[in-house]
């Protein structure tokens, strides 16, 4: 066949030709599919987690502001940390938290102090449960874990929460009978049937069954000091949350507990009360302190050792102090401790208890006055101290020899309150 000849094809057969064009835009194509799916998946896992914002959850919500992220792949996790596990509702999660301590204020502070009430601000409308500030996980209630400062609900005559190392305290009405009725021979102008009803319970040792009489508020409160400054009779109903049920005249406030002595010590209850301050340990009267037109229908039995003056300074306007008899008790002992306050009239009230050591070397003011401090069950903290001398600007306390009477473990005589 030479060059000019035709080509021949056989019958019923086609020429073969690879298609290299369609394949290489094929595999061109499929190529950028998946660079676009690496890089994709690379910067999703790249992506930092979302904030959490805390929407007010365990307190102190900061108005929902950025709460610190939390990493919740482990090897996010800072190394001064703690490793650990948080398990919610049978799930155990890697997400790590660092340790936290919760710094108490003291049961005794007033509400205008309140600095750290454990309600969140935040913009979700979280209400936190938990104490100071938290990280809160979804709007509603969240308790979150958080450092604070104060113990929710804290009031002059104690903390609602039952707090380790405070007396716990009940609330009582003389006008009222045990099921809420009015007592028809009460009048509250007259100072001696408000005296009567002290002297009995005085009598009876200040056991629950003198009590069984008198209308008892539901609430407990729990206090570590007694230093309370002049308010308002109504403050005291109102904060055992019975202020629409008991008038602001004729009650008394209980406070029960068994303290231990952490060392030998020979010492006394100084105090002032407006109305009425009483004192009792072992089930004996150690201490009677009232308005002097109170004084003689609630001293009872009980004699002063030393001359109540009038005229010398003193905490209240008007409510001089008294001195109690000297107590001696040896370490780890363990005193039945019963504390009485009451309102007699309405109007004010106030009340101070302090503490005296034999042979202790104290301050003394211009006019060779000691200076005391306040009985209290727990270690007296800044705050406190800062409290205190606002509210008593024209008093001085001691604040480096202080004794601590701690409230045993077992409290059994406080527990008679919860019955």
């Given amino acids: 066949m030479n060059a000019e000849s035709p080509i021949q094809f056989e019958a019923g057969k086609k020429t073969r030709r690879f298609a290299w064009g369609a394949f290489s835009i094929s595999v061109l194509v499929h190529g950028i599919f998946v660079l676009l799916a690496i890089f994709y998946f690379y910067t999703w896992i790249k ?38 596990k948080v398990t919610v509702a049978g799930v155990i999660s890697d997400v790590v938290l660092p340790d936290s301590t919760i710094e108490m204020m003291d049961v005794g502070m007033p509400s205008s102090v309140m600095a750290s009430s454990g309600e969140g601000g935040g913009s979700n ?5 938990g104490i100071g500030s938290g990280v809160g996980s979804s709007t509603g209630m969240g308790s979150g874990p958080g450092v604070g400062n104060g113990f929710m609900d804290t009031t002059p005559f104690g903390s609602r929460e039952e707090v380790a190392g405070a007396m716990p305290g009940r609330f009582y009405d003389f006008k009222q009978t045990r099921q809420g009725k009015a007592v028809e021979d009460y009048v509250v102008t007259r100072y001696e049937d408000f005296g009567s009803r ?8 200040f056991r629950p069954t003198a009590f069984r009489k008198f209308f008892e508020a539901p609430d407990i409160l729990h206090l570590t000091q007694i230093a309370i ?26 406070y029960r507990g068994e303290v231990v002595c952490n060392r030998d010590v020979n010492f006394r209850f100084v105090g002032t009360g407006d109305d009425y301050l009483g004192v009792f340990v072992k089930g004996r009267c150690k201490l009677v302190a009232a308005w002097p037109g109170v004084r003689p229908h609630v001293i009872g039995k009980w004699e002063p050792a030393e001359p109540i003056s009038t005229s010398a300074p003193t905490p209240l306007p008007g409510g001089p102090l008294t001195s109690g008899d000297w107590i001696r008790a040896k370490k780890g002992e363990k005193l039945e401790l ?7 009239p309405g109007g004010k009230v106030g009340f101070v208890l302090m503490i005296e050591e034999k ?47 701690p409230v045993s473990k077992d ?5 008679d309150f919860f019955k």
Avoid at 125 to 129: D, F, M, P, Q, S
Avoid at 198 to 205: A, L, M, R, S
Wanted: proline letters at 9%; aromatic letters at 8%; one cysteine or more.
């Fill in 338 to 344: 019963d504390i009485g306050i009451g309102e007699c």
């Fill in 411 to 415: 409290n059994k005589i406080g527990a």
């Fill in 359 to 405: 042979d202790v070397e104290y301050r003394t003011t211009s006019n060779g006055q000691k200076v005391l401090p306040l009985f209290t069950t727990e270690s007296i903290t800044d705050t406190v101290r800062e409290r205190v001398v606002a509210d008593f600007p024209n008093w001085e306390f001691e604040w480096d020899k202080v004794p601590v009477f």
């Fill in 125 to 129: 409308g979280g209400k936190g449960l």
């Fill in 229 to 254: 400054p002049l308010s308002d009779a109504g403050s005291a109903p109102k904060f055992f949350n019975v202020a629409d049920k008991v008038k602001p005249s004729g009650w008394l406030i209980h």
């Fill in 47 to 84: 992506q930092p987690p979302p904030e959490v914002t805390n929407p007010g959850g365990g307190g102190g919500g900061n108005k929902g502001a950025s709460a610190t992220r939390i990493q919740t792949r482990a090897h996010a996790v800072a190394p001064a940390m703690t490793p650990g």
């Fill in 198 to 205: 002290v002297t009995k319970i005085h009598d009876g040792n």
